[in-house]
């Protein structure tokens, strides 16, 4: 398949669920996926095309949560990154650590410092922050305020 076969074959077979589709150079696609759709979207590029899944990132933006998953198709060389957007009062998404194990961390690190609800992740347990560290408090938000007034925080929180 070449790349170019590649591309169509996303976009016809997820004709309903894209949102956008940005093919900013030969090596990078992005793909904004409907939220209800990422599962869907994610398990067909892992498992039929084989990708290998990089990482995922998250990040508060002022409208939405927005989540990056990050897949390379090494043997065309690109780089597809399958974006969804998340109400930021309540964000949730499918976790897709039941389709590769892979997610697991990275979606406890998004969950702890994004408050992002991965819905059937097997284990949303802290991860990097204090145990001390309240409820609700997510250091990565934008509306972010500092809970702890004896804290020194000049080297990230």
């Given amino acids: 398949?070449?790349?170019e076969e590649l591309l169509k074959d996303i976009k016809d077979r997820f004709k309903d669920d894209i949102i956008d589709f940005i093919d900013t150079s030969p090596t990078r696609v992005y793909i904004e996926i409907k939220p209800e759709s990422l599962v869907k979207a994610a398990t067909y590029i892992f498992k039929d095309l084989e990708a290998r899944f990089n990482i995922a990132s998250g990040v508060d933006?002022?409208?939405n949560i927005e989540i990056l998953y990050h897949f390379s198709i090494e043997y065309l060389?690109?780089?597809i990154s399958?974006?969804?957007k998340?109400?930021?009062k309540k964000p949730a998404?499918?976790?897709l650590t039941p389709v590769f194990k892979g997610a697991n961390w990275i979606e406890r690190e998004m969950h702890e410092l994004l408050g992002i609800d991965f819905i059937g992740h097997p284990d949303l347990s802290r991860l990097l922050l204090a145990d001390e560290w309240p409820e609700g408090v997510y250091p990565l938000r934008k509306d972010y305020k500092e809970?702890?007034?004896k804290a020194i925080r000049d080297r990230g929180v």
């Fill in 1 to 3: 398949m070449t790349r």
């Fill in 61 to 63: 933006t002022p409208s």
């Fill in 77 to 79: 060389n690109v780089l």
């Fill in 82 to 84: 399958l974006r969804v």
């Fill in 86 to 88: 998340l109400d930021k």
């Fill in 93 to 95: 998404v499918a976790s």
């Fill in 147 to 149: 809970w702890d007034k």
